[in-house]
């Protein structure tokens, strides 16, 4: 969704394009041309850019919504799935599920600025705390890393198969979905260790952002 929350953005596996729906009107209003089979999005902070991980092009296109033009496409790992923008719209964060890595892109630039080696098929990434944390699914773990210096800093294990991964609002925990636990693991950012399991119905599964803060 658009930070304004005038739009929602749909990717379209199959016909390598986002859809652009007005939230209002209830129906789409224009598409973006992106790679082969658009995964996950993320639109920057100021609402200017849409990154779209394109999966079977092992790269991310980086749209200007106003314009409907693509303004660069990174090339990453192999199959990237999940992509996470910083909080100041500088980096972009994407797990390449194929390659076993996370790829850091400089969204200015439109270039591959490092890359984080984590475990097997990571899925997303979660930013707090100054780390970056990663699902890897086949490993039942989180890989941590220093989003300063990309180097690795723990691995912490959580429950089986885990995939959807989100911080907390105020960035203090780490909230992760594991399918086949049918449990949701908490982990303290700071600490980096596992504080809660919250059981949950048959193959939880999130892709995004799925926390919702209430007052």
């Not at 849409?50 to 092992?58: C, I, M, T, W, Y």
């Not at 799935?81 to 599920?97: L, S």
């Amino acid at each position: 969704m658009a930070p304004d929350g005038a739009s929602v953005y749909v990717a379209d596996w199959y016909a390598a394009a986002v859809r652009v729906i007005d939230a209002k009107e209830l129906r789409v209003v224009a598409s973006l041309a992106v790679g082969a089979s658009p995964s996950g999005l993320a639109v920057t902070p100021d609402g200017r850019l849409l990154l779209s991980a394109d999966r079977d092009d092992d790269s991310v296109s980086i749209t200007d919504i106003a314009a409907h033009e693509r303004r660069g496409i990174v090339k990453v790992g192999t199959r990237p799935f999940g992509v996470t923008i910083d909080a100041e719209g500088k980096r972009a964060y994407t797990a390449n599920v194929g390659s076993n890595d996370v790829s850091v892109i400089d969204i200015a630039t439109a270039r591959e600025v490092g890359r984080v080696h984590v475990g097997l098929r990571p899925y997303a990434v979660a930013l707090a705390q100054g780390r970056g944390f990663v699902t890897d699914q086949y490993d039942g773990k989180v890989s941590v890393f220093d989003l300063a210096t990309l180097e690795p800093v723990k691995r912490i294990t959580v429950g089986d198969y885990p995939e959807g991964i989100e911080a907390t609002a105020d960035g203090r925990r780490i909230v992760v979905a594991n399918w086949e636990s049918n449990t949701l693991s908490v982990i303290d950012a700071a600490e980096l260790k596992v504080i809660g399991e919250v059981k949950v119905g048959d193959g939880p599964r999130a892709f995004g952002a799925f926390l919702r803060r209430t007052e």
